[in-house]
């Protein structure tokens, strides 16, 4: 394709497009070998930081598999590291926090983050991205409520207890805490937009541990900051996803993003209807899982999401990110399948 793709942008603002667009979670990672062999040379944090290698792997799955949209390669953790919060990746287990914030004393400390001068590394690639792409970049943060789960836990969770004893016991500590991290997620998502970044991404992944009180009262204001300044000051599309999510769908509303993201646990066509009126778009939601199925399977459950989303403000993916050990084949034929799907006669 020659020219500029927009349709994503143009679903994310329900508008009418000529195919439903498509673009997976996680769509550059280990279930590909040219990411493989990329990371037998570097590490997350470094693919992260050099900008020649990081645009590479951003461009890695849109030009496999033809996808309406790239993601930058990056992590929801980045930015958290010139704030003062060093963390490791442990293979297996995911970012690690080598000491765990838990006082308000360490939270006091953290250091104001320049994101221009800090995070310089992403405006680059960004840069280098809107250059060389035919389809929108989408830029992405970590919500505050999912960045201080790893700050508090130290790590991935089962069930987020020093994190909800946290939140319970030193509101104040964890006022300031998401204060800040909104400060900081808002300079980043602006310095992204400004970089090149088309369309934001917030990745809520776990938010859902939360009752609906408890987001309205711990969650909801900060959410609702982020998507108001990135309105106020840009005109691209926000995206609001998280899992587990399905008993705070309204309230995920509330938070103002242009786009909702759906797990693969909840019938995304009802959520459109019932529960966001079809006010906003949608993306989502095959099981990540049933991409190791065989194809006809693949294939007849992506139609079943395909027909009853058939109307605009529908973006095709999974319902959370590519597992490593994917067949690359079987994402290569997805994505074929829901392009083709869409060209009507
Ligand atoms: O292609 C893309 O989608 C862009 C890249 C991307 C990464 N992380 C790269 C990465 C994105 C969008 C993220 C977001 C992210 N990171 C989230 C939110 C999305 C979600 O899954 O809910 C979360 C919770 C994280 C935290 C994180 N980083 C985890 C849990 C892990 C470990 C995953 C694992 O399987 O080991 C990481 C490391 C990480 N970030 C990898 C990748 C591709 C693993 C890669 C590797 O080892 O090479």
């Not at 493989?36 to 997350?44: F, M």
């Not at 970049?137 to 089962?158: D, N, R, V």
């Not at 034929?333 to 799907?341: H, I, N, S």
Request: proline share 5%; hydrophobic share 40%; net charge neutral.
């Amino acid at each position: 394709m020659n020219t500029y793709n927009d349709r994503f942008i143009k679903a994310c603002f329900l508008e009418e497009t000529d195919q439903i667009p498509v673009w997976f979670m996680r769509q550059a990672g280990r279930y590909q070998s040219a990411y493989r062999d990329i990371r037998s040379k570097y590490s997350i944090k470094e693919i992260c930081k050099i900008p020649e290698i990081c645009h590479k792997v951003t461009h890695l799955p849109v030009d496999q598999f033809n996808l309406d949209a790239a993601i930058l390669f990056s992590d929801i953790m980045i930015p958290l590291e010139p704030m003062g919060v060093d963390f490791d990746y442990k293979p297996g287990i995911g970012p690690v926090i080598k000491e765990p914030v838990r006082s308000m004393k360490q939270i006091k400390s953290l250091i104001k983050v320049d994101v221009g001068y800090s995070l310089s590394y992403t405006g680059q690639t960004l840069n280098m991205l809107k250059d060389s792409l035919k389809v929108p970049c989408i830029g992405f943060i970590g919500a505050p409520f999912t960045l201080a789960s790893y700050m508090i836990e130290g790590g991935p969770s089962k069930n987020y207890r020093h994190l909800k004893a946290f939140m319970y016991t030193q509101k104040d500590a964890w006022h300031l805490l998401m204060e800040k991290l909104t400060d900081l997620l808002i300079d980043y998502s602006l310095y992204q937009i400004s970089s090149g970044a088309s369309a934001m991404q917030i990745f809520d992944s776990w938010v859902g541990c939360l009752n609906r009180d408890d987001y309205k009262e711990y969650v909801l204001p900060y959410m609702k900051k982020i998507t108001g300044a990135i309105k106020a000051h840009t005109s691209v599309p926000v995206i609001l996803f998280g899992v587990q999510t399905q008993h705070l769908f309204s309230l995920i509303k509330e938070a103002g993003s242009d786009v909702i993201g759906v797990d693969w646990r909840s019938e995304i066509h009802n959520i459109w209807k019932n529960e966001l009126n079809f006010e906003v778009a949608v993306q989502g939601n095959l099981d990540p899982c049933l991409l190791f199925a065989d194809w006809p399977l693949i294939e007849k459950k992506a139609q079943e999401i395909l027909e009853r989303l058939d109307r605009p403000g529908f973006i095709f993916n999974l319902g959370h990110g590519i597992l490593p050990g994917t067949p690359e084949d079987n994402v290569k034929r997805l994505a074929a399948f829901v392009q083709e799907y869409c060209i009507k006669v």
